[in-house]
């Protein structure tokens, strides 16, 4: 019989993504919704903040993949810890002077990425196994979700009864926490070689596998985590306006997610792969439809849904795969690094062209046009990225 309880180590990892959320609830639909207040051009420099950040973010991590192959990963993320409190200052002081700082502040980010989420992804793959993969994915990401249904309500109501600067200060308590809860993990599978992308690059040549992930990867990128949160951030923004309702919705959808991801955790197979991720896929294309014809209040509502729950579980399904992968093999031992060093390059590439695409149209000056525009693109992207997902077989 297997052991249904989750390692020590997995249950720190989650205590970390909570924290995380936390901050991630901070710098994502809130300060979207700062910058709508604040500025007449939020939407090209939210987009250009994001292009700064990742490429910043992809630059970083290939810049200290050799370092952090060889050293202590579990030091290069609490010094991605100290760059987010830093970040958190830095928004603390600038105030509505922010979007004077758009590129600087998303360099800031991007170097947030590159030292505490790209060693994060290998200290996760060397401390949950396989087994109990699925049950981390799932029951971690309800844990993280219940956080996504506190948070926004708190931070919605105290924004609005304070400033979006004022919350900074909350946020740079809960990094600090997150630092010291980092000394409760370890670092495995530490090696002397030095990092060897041609080498890996002309392994990943001859693995259809591997090409399926990283395609999947950067379709990703060009969705759910880059630039269709921005989007789907922005709909509920120009709806409702008013930080207490936008953190109120907000906990409305984690909290669909979160039953998402309690049903995914107890019940899902791999064999149910393809029959979720068509289903699913064809429920996300119907409700992007709606938005598109009819931008109504109930038809943002349904795509919000599907956003927070259809697409997340494709996106956990991917994820599972992806790191079952990591564990197989060379990827698991010499070439772990070299491994999540292209996930970051596919990945943020897809990020990368997102808003690139998006901050050209806001350049056009219609945005109701540029997020329509979007949301086609978008929808595209996520029928191909289902399609491979499909075809991708991890035992």
């Known amino acids: 019989m297997k052991n249904k309880k989750l390692s020590f ?3 720190i990892l989650i205590l970390d993504n909570i924290l995380c959320k ?16 604040i500025s007449e051009d939020y939407v090209f420099q939210l987009a250009l903040y994001n292009v700064v950040g990742w490429i910043f973010a992809t630059l970083g991590a290939v810049f200290l993949a050799d370092t952090i192959k060889r050293k202590d990963k579990i030091w290069f993320y609490r010094i991605g810890i100290i760059i987010k409190t830093i970040f958190a200052f830095t928004i603390l002081i600038l105030g509505q002077d922010i979007t004077n700082h ?25 401390n949950v196994t396989n087994a109990e993969r699925i049950r981390y994915i799932g029951y971690g990401d309800a844990l993280t979700g219940a956080v996504s249904i506190i948070a926004p309500l708190i931070i919605g109501r105290y924004i609005t009864d304070t400033s979006y600067t004022a919350a900074a200060m909350p946020i740079i308590v809960l990094t600090i926490l997150e630092l010291l809860v980092s000394f409760f993990l370890k670092s495995k599978n530490k090696t002397t070689e030095k990092l060897n ?34 989007i789907a951030s922005l709909i509920i923004i120009r709806v409702l306006s008013n930080d207490t309702a936008i953190g109120d919705w907000s906990s409305v959808f984690a909290a669909l997610s979160v039953t998402a991801m309690l049903i995914f955790a107890k019940f899902y197979k791999k064999t149910y792969q393809t029959a979720i991720v068509a289903i699913f896929t064809l429920i996300i294309l119907i409700s992007t439809i709606l ?27 991917s994820n599972a795969n992806l790191f079952d992968y990591s564990n197989a093999g060379i990827y698991k031992t010499r070439c772990n690094t070299e491994y999540f060093t292209f996930r970051e390059i596919f990945l943020n590439a897809g990020r990368i062209l997102g808003y690139s695409i998006l901050m050209f149209l806001a350049l056009l000056g219609v945005v109701s046009t540029a997020i329509n525009t979007m949301f086609i693109v978008v929808i595209i992207s996520i029928i191909i990225m289902s399609g491979l997902i499909i075809r991708t077989k991890i035992k």
């Open 9 to 11: 180590p997995t249950k």
């Open 22 to 37: 936390i901050f991630s609830v901070f710098t994502g639909i809130f300060l979207s919704a700062y910058f709508y207040k």
């Open 102 to 126: 758009v590129i600087s502040l998303g360099i800031l980010y991007g170097l947030v990425t590159a030292t505490n989420g790209f060693p994060f992804n290998m200290i996760e793959s060397e």
């Open 197 to 230: 992308l041609k080498s890996f690059f002309n392994n990943f040549k001859k693995d259809k596998t591997l090409w399926k992930l990283y395609a999947i990867e950067f379709f990703k990128g060009f969705n759910r985590n880059g630039v269709m949160s921005l």
């Open 291 to 317: 938005v598109i014809i009819s931008p109504s209040f109930i038809s943002i509502v349904l795509y919000n849904i599907a956003y927070d729950v259809f697409v997340f579980v494709i996106d956990r399904i």
